[in-house]
Each structure stands twice: as structure tokens, then as C-alpha cells.
């Protein structure tokens, strides 16, 4: 088969007009110029979408498909404890086949976002199932959370049997498998440390919450705060009855193993300078996500402190919880207007750079380079078409960051075959 269109944006290479991808057994064969790629493949069927730009994949820095039915919870902007609490409560009511009919809606919105990979943090491993049911490529975290001495044993034998239960599902498609504990105030030291080292001995990928809010970082540091007489009445945290660690939630999870090359550190918001350094030296990297801070009131993050620092960052939408567009095109938006307000220049940080992070940079961030993020021969052709018949777009990238909208996409192909038509 072969796609055409007016343009191609192969993100590694040079936008082509009139440009063309052939595709066979779901693999990029060659991109190039329409009439070329036509006349040497002349047996070939091909789909022409007119005026329209042909482009990557978008590849979400972290997500939780499975809260696809909390959707209700991003009604209004509210408190972040209020909306803890209420994630919470809407939980407790769910059994496997409610998350996994949830994830399953997850992965679908996903795609008709345009998004073709996805970090995802499961916590009933529902969202593993949906992501190899739709033969969609995501990094799926196994999510724990809520332990303290009580549990703590009972859960990581847990976590080793679902590692175990879970590689062959994940073997089989294209999803790879890391560990997420939730973050340093849902979780004892002991259980925090057990989880850097389950995923150090096995060499998984981590992700966690952190430096969301300031109340997290008043709970680490000084074991005080709404937050931390909120987990006081679910959870024997250490670090609040010793009256907290005197370091930032950064440091304090640095000392348990967690800060290092293999993780991705959702939000941020919170980070200090010297967190950012140390992240930075560490080789971990951010997942920033502006709507869903915005939305929870707990602040911007220090986009300008990362760029200038070098911390490796990328954009994530969070669930629909707390996001209720998922909309990636709207997120680097709100990047680059944070990266304005805190004095970035914008040489910087241009349009350009931006779609990167949502493709190449974020498959690269991922693992996923060698397969995803751009236009290629030999890669997985996953790739969106969006509408551009009402706008221009002398440069494609600043089109991108300000004309379009999740809802310009009219085709998501995930491995050569349309997943997702606008009609």
C-alpha cells in the first residue's frame, strides 16, 4: 500500500511535497516524492488523503489508560487532594473486567489523539491487555501503590507474579514492561527501595510520580502538611512519623536507588535547581503535563530550568481524569507558552524541537527509536494525517504548534492499517 499526500513530515529528514510511504507487512519500505514512489511501484494500491500532512505517530510520555472511566473527575478544576480522594473512592468500586473495559476506551481515545505509543501506568494490568489487543507499542508500567510494613511483603510477591504472568503477553506484542511506584508519599522506604531493586535485577524501566505538588514536597521533607495528615489515616509512612527527611522528594528517593538512567519522573512541577542538576547527572528524565497541573492547581513546571540545565524532558497528557481532551498537539502548546512566561528563549526551544518531543525525542526517551517517531525506512508505519485543507503552513512545525488540534486528524494507521477515521 501506498499513502500520499501533499506533505510528508518525516521528522529525521526533510518535509516532502507531494510525498509519498510505501508500506508492506506494517514496515516503512521508502518516503518520497509522490510521482517517484508511484511510477517504481505501479502494481501497488495506494491511498491518497489530498490536503493533508502525513506525520509520526504523537508519543505520549505518560498516561494511565485504565482511568479512561474517571473521565467525570476532570469536569472542573479542582484541589489535588480533593481529586486524590475522589480517584480514590471511584476506584474501590471497580473489578477486572470495569478496568479493562476502561483501558480498552483508553487506547481507543488514545488513537483517535493520534497517539500510536503511549507510557501507560496499570495498576490492574488492564492496560497491558487493551495495548496488545489493539497492537498498539506502549511501555507498560506495573503500578504499585498504598504500601506500608503491613503489606509490604504481600506486594511484592505480587509484583514479581505479575512481572512473571505478564511477559509473555508483552513478549508476544510490541509492549515492553517497567515498574512504577506511585510515588514517595503512597509508599514506605522499604517498599520504595524493593521496587528500585526489582527493577534494577530484572533491567526495567521506572516511572513515578514526583514533585507533583508542594504539598508532597512539605511531606517529604518535613513529614508535615495537608497531605501528610491525609496518608497518615491510610498509611505508616516512615518519613512522616520521623517528622520528614530534611531533603527534597528528589534527594530522598536518589538515596532508595530510584533516581537514575532508567526513569521517567512524571510532572515535576516541584523540581529545585539543584533537583534538576541531579536528575540531570543521573540521566533520568520528566514527563511534563500542563493540563492536567493546571486543571489539579498545583503549578507550572520549571520548563526553563530544564532546558537551560539539559534535563531530558518530554510531554505527557496524564489520564482522562485530569485531562479531558488528551490532546498532545494542545500540550506542547501549553509547554512552550510556560517556557515563554519563565523568560526561555525561544531559540531555544522552537516549534521544531517541540514536535520532536512529541515523536522522535519521546520514542527515544522511551526505547522505542529504533522503531517509532519518524518517517523511516524499516520502521513501524505508524503515522496520522491531518487536515490541512483550510489552513497554510509555510513552516509545518509552527503549524503544528498553532493551528492544529487533535481534532485536524482525520486517519491514525498503526502498523500500516487504518486504527482510527474522523468522519
Not at 531493586?197 to 521506572?206: F, H
Not at 524541537?353 to 519521546?362: D, S
Request: glycine fraction near 10%; hydrophobic fraction near 45%; include cysteine.
Amino acid at each position: 500500500m501506498i499513502y500520499t499526500a501533499d506533505l510528508v513530515l518525516p521528522i529525521t529528514g526533510s518535509p516532502v511535497e507531494h510525498g509519498a510511504i510505501l508500506v508492506k507487512d506494517g514496515r516503512i519500505i521508502t518516503v518520497g516524492e509522490r510521482a517517484s514512489v508511484l511510477r517504481k511501484n505501479p502494481r501497488e494500491e495506494f491511498l491518497d488523503f489530498g490536503d493533508a500532512l502525513l506525520m509520526p505517530g504523537l508519543v505520549n510520555l505518560h498516561g494511565h489508560f485504565e482511568c479512561a472511566a474517571f473521565d467525570f473527575l476532570a469536569s472542573e478544576p479542582t484541589s489535588f487532594s480533593q481529586w486524590l480522594g475522589g480517584i480514590i473512592q471511584a476506584g474501590r468500586g471497580m473489578e477486572r473486567d470495569d478496568w479493562l473495559r476502561a483501558a480498552r476506551k483508553g487506547v481507543a481515545d488514545s488513537l483517535a489523539a493520534g497517539i500510536t505509543c503511549s507510557a501507560d501506568i496499570t495498576r490492574s494490568g488492564a492496560g497491558l491487555q487493551a495495548a496488545y489487543e489493539a497492537g498498539m507499542p506502549a511501555l507498560i508500567y506495573l503500578e504499585v501503590v498504598a504500601v506500608d510494613a503491613s503489606n509490604l511483603m504481600e506486594t511484592v510477591v505480587d509484583l514479581l507474579e505479575r512481572l512473571k504472568s505478564s511477559e509473555p503477553v508483552a513478549q508476544a506484542g510490541v509492549q515492553r514492561l517497567g515498574v512504577s511506584p506511585h510515588s514517595a508519599y503512597t509508599l514506605t522506604e522499604a517498599a520504595l527501595k524493593a521496587c528500585a531493586d526489582i527493577a534494577r535485577q530484572y533491567t526495567l524501566p521506572l516511572s513515578i510520580h514526583l514533585a507533583e505538588t508542594a504539598d508532597e514536597v512539605e511531606l517529604v521533607r518535613g513529614g508535615s502538611g495537608a497531605l501528610a495528615r491525609a496518608i497518615s489515616d491510610r498509611l505508616a509512612l516512615e518519613v512522616i512519623a520521623a517528622g520528614g527527611s530534611g531533603s527534597t522528594p528528589a534527594e530522598f528517593l536518589d538515596g532508595l536507588g530510584l533516581i537514575n538512567s532508567a526513569l521517567i519522573a512524571a510532572h515535576g512541577v516541584w523540581l529545585s535547581e539543584d533537583d534538576i542538576i541531579l536528575m540531570r547527572q543521573k540521566g533520568a528524565a520528566v514527563a511534563v503535563c500542563p493540563t492536567s497541573n493546571e486543571l489539579l492547581n498545583v503549578g507550572e513546571a520549571p520548563i526553563g530550568s530544564f532546558v537551560e540545565r539539559g534535563l531530558s524532558f518530554g510531554i505527557g497528557t496524564d489520564s482522562i481524569a485530569s485531562n479531558p481532551t488528551l490532546d498532545l498537539f494542545v500540550e506542547a502548546g501549553k509547554v512552550r507558552a510556560i517556557y515563554k512566561k519563565q523568560g526561555g528563549a525561544r531559540s531555544k526551544l522552537r516549534s521544531q524541537m517541540l514536535v520532536e518531543k512529541l515523536t522522535i525525542e519521546a520514542a527515544r526517551i522511551l526505547g522505542f527509536d529504533d522503531d517509532l517517531g519518524s518517517i523511516e525506512a524499516g520502521k513501524r508505519a505508524d503515522f496520522i494525517a491531518i487536515d490541512t485543507s483550510a489552513k497554510r503552513h509555510a513552516n509545518p512545525y509552527d503549524y503544528l504548534l498553532e493551528s492544529v488540534t487533535k481534532a485536524d486528524i482525520t486517519h491514525t494507521i498503526l502498523g500500516g492499517e487504518i486504527v482510527y477515521e474522523n468522519r
